[in-house]
């Protein structure tokens, strides 16, 4: 089944004030709008996009925040929506197709989840949210300001400097995709 970005909207929005705070979901209505932007200027679905961005995070309505990627995956396919969307719940925390290139340190092997991100071929809209998810607090922020918030909030660990080459060659990807920084379709970041 598919998901429209006003019904992944709904689903996110129906956590609200039902987990220990609320920061995840405007985070994700800032990932998904992002996504949106930049799907539209590469000719993309733009609902698409936006539906995948709000979703994202949505295991954090669901259960335990350290485990919000298994819990949103489990969760959309229990609902019965298409693989791309309870997809995007095991991929937007793990750049390069590799377990141990996330923020945060090094993730608990789960053979499913470790095996899926490993054998899988990320989409562009994969990539985007990818993107903008380290690219979102509440608001747009360029990447390194998200990237020193969240070693801020999490800690350095051993896989942090690869995690942040990584995340760069990422952005270079898009910018290379829209022909130019994606920073400009962003007036907040460029205002600050």
Known sequence: MKLSS???????NS???KTEHNGWITHSICVGNSAGKIAEKLNL??????????IHDIGKGVGEFSNHVMNGYNYLKDLGYDDE???????HSYLNNDINCTAGGIPKDIPFR???IKNHEYTVYEKIINLCDLMCTSVNVTLEKRLI???IR?????NTVYHIKEAQKLKQEIDNMLGFNVYNLFPDILDN
Do not use: P
């Open 114 to 116: 470790t095996q899926f």
């Open 154 to 158: 999490r800690g350095v660990h051993e």
């Open 45 to 54: 679905d733009v609902d698409k996009a936006k539906a995948l961005g709000y």
């Open 15 to 17: 956590f609200v004030n």
């Open 85 to 91: 969307f309870a997809n995007i719940c095991l991929t």
């Open 6 to 12: 006003k019904k992944a909207l709904e689903l996110l």
């Open 149 to 151: 918030d969240i070693m």
